[in-house]
């Protein structure tokens, strides 16, 4: 084992592509578990960013009070504002755990891009909508959209909200 990488080479190990770039998995090599045995190198993706953030659901509604929906309409896109007010109208709190956790996944996506609150990122432009089975998923609009469809990158999200706190956490990733 003094060189690894060159015996994983010979063996057709991990850092050799499929034959086929279009592929989309063909080729790969199965282990006796059927697990793959190697990734084919369509299907590489490196991480570009990783952000994190956590926000006091209590400071959002202290905020939600004082400057009433227009905050909501400064930190949720279009589709997000529609979910938002229907929620809030069955239940204030629902309303309230909803805006937080946005704001927070916004946060994170804004730290794993590595620009910050600085353009082209924007709040409404960043938003965070679920798919028919639940799961977070990221939807950008504007410059946003464009500089991250510039740079090849693809976003997973997860959010999480407890009593006081809503916790969320972005991965980006570049093709490799």
């Given at each position: 084992?003094?060189?690894?990488?060159?015996?994983?080479?010979?063996?057709?190990?991990?850092?050799?592509?499929?034959?086929?770039?279009?592929?989309?998995?063909?080729?790969?090599?199965?282990?006796?578990?059927?697990?793959?045995?190697?990734?084919?190198?369509?299907?590489?993706?490196?991480?570009?960013?990783?952000?994190?953030?956590?926000c006091d659901i209590r400071r959002i509604e202290a905020t939600l009070a004082r400057r009433g929906e227009r905050f909501a309409e400064k930190?949720?896109?279009?589709?997000?504002?529609?979910?938002?007010?229907?929620?809030?109208?069955?239940?204030?709190?629902?309303?309230?755990?909803?805006?937080?956790?946005?704001?927070?996944?916004?946060?994170?996506?804004?730290?794993?891009?590595?620009?910050?609150?600085?353009?082209?990122?924007?709040?409404?432009?960043?938003?965070?909508?679920?798919?028919?089975?639940?799961?977070?998923?990221?939807?950008?609009?504007?410059?946003?959209?464009?500089?991250?469809?510039?740079?090849?990158?693809?976003?997973?999200?997860?959010?999480?909200?407890?009593?006081?706190?809503?916790?969320?956490?972005?991965?980006?990733?570049?093709?490799?």
């Open positions: 084992q003094r060189f690894p990488a060159r015996r994983a080479r010979r063996a057709g190990g991990v850092d050799r592509p499929c034959a086929d770039r279009g592929c989309a998995g063909a080729g790969l090599r199965r282990d006796r578990r059927g697990l793959p045995a190697r990734h084919c190198g369509c299907l590489r993706a490196v991480i570009y960013g990783i952000g994190t953030d956590i930190v949720l896109g279009p589709d997000e504002l529609q979910v938002f007010r229907a929620r809030r109208l069955r239940s204030e709190t629902r309303g309230v755990r909803y805006l937080a956790t946005r704001f927070s996944a916004k946060e994170a996506f804004s730290k794993a891009i590595g620009l910050g609150l600085h353009l082209p990122m924007r709040l409404p432009d960043c938003q965070i909508l679920n798919q028919a089975s639940g799961q977070p998923m990221l939807k950008l609009s504007g410059a946003l959209a464009g500089w991250f469809a510039e740079r090849g990158l693809r976003g997973q999200v997860t959010l999480s909200d407890e009593s006081d706190y809503a916790v969320s956490f972005v991965v980006v990733e570049k093709a490799a």
